[in-house]
Structures are given as structure tokens and as C-alpha cells.
């Protein structure tokens, strides 16, 4: 069941937040900073959390304390809350393959299954009508 002040997070707008380096869109701004002071709720699905693990093991991006501490931090506020990779997931980012990233796939049908929207500026997202956006 949707909730109004829900979303889900690309990974993407959730490093952009985490550095601080005000390249969100002001809609993703504004959720991210109602998040924060815990009148918002976004859900990071296992993907994103499995992308970052990646990204950070290539050395495109640098976590202060690493990945570990990172979303442990993050998870500490409970307007923040971890969703899980499901089989159905899989399966409908199978169908949503509008471009080769498995990763989009996957995070449009975590996105999909919660009936939320989805804070990404990805272009080939948007264009795809997979999912609403939030930028």
C-alpha cells in the first residue's frame, strides 16, 4: 500500500544526500531533508545497498567510515528502512528491462512492488513510464 510522504531511492540520490553535494533535484531535496528530520520515510532496496557495496569496491566512490558503517548509520533513523530483494522482484525487473543496467530493472520493481515512486534523475527511468519520479 502506497504511503504520501514514501519513497524509494535510486542509488544515486542516495550518495548525492550522503555527500552533501546538493546535485539532487529540488523535489529530491525536499524529500530527502523530510526524511531526515523523520516526516518522510524512504525504503533503499537491497540493490541499491548491493550497488554501493560495488561502487565502493571499484573505488568510484568513498565512504568515510565504509560501506558497513555507512548504512548502519543510515538504518539508525528509522526514516530510512532497508527493503528486501524478493523472487516477484526479479521476475517483474525481467519485464522492465528497458535498458541494460540490471540494477534500474531491479530498483523500478522494488519501487513497483511498494507502489511508491522512485528519487532517481535518471533519464532513461523517467523516460521508460516504469515508475513515478520524484527529482
Not at 39 to 61: K, M, S, T
Not at 74 to 97: C, I, K, M, W
Request: glycine letters at 8%.
Amino acid at each position: 500500500m502506497a504511503d504520501a510522504g514514501a519513497a524509494v531511492t535510486d542509488t544515486h540520490p542516495l550518495l548525492f544526500h550522503a555527500a552533501g553535494s546538493g546535485t539532487l533535484g529540488r523535489k529530491a531535496a525536499v524529500h530527502f531533508a523530510a526524511c531526515e528530520s523523520r516526516d518522510a520515510l524512504i525504503y533503499v532496496p537491497a540493490v541499491v545497498i548491493w550497488e554501493c557495496v560495488l561502487l565502493v569496491r571499484a573505488g568510484r566512490v568513498v565512504l568515510r567510515h565504509g560501506v558497513h558503517q555507512f548504512f548502519e548509520d543510515l538504518f539508525s533513523n528509522p526514516a530510512y528502512q532497508p527493503h528486501d530483494l524478493t523472487p516477484g522482484q526479479v521476475l517483474a525487473g525481467e519485464e522492465l528491462r528497458f535498458n541494460r543496467d540490471p540494477f534500474d530493472a531491479l530498483v523500478c520493481a522494488a519501487a513497483r512492488d511498494l507502489e511508491l515512486p522512485l528519487i532517481t534523475r535518471d533519464g532513461e527511468i523517467r523516460g521508460s513510464g516504469a515508475v513515478r519520479v520524484i527529482w
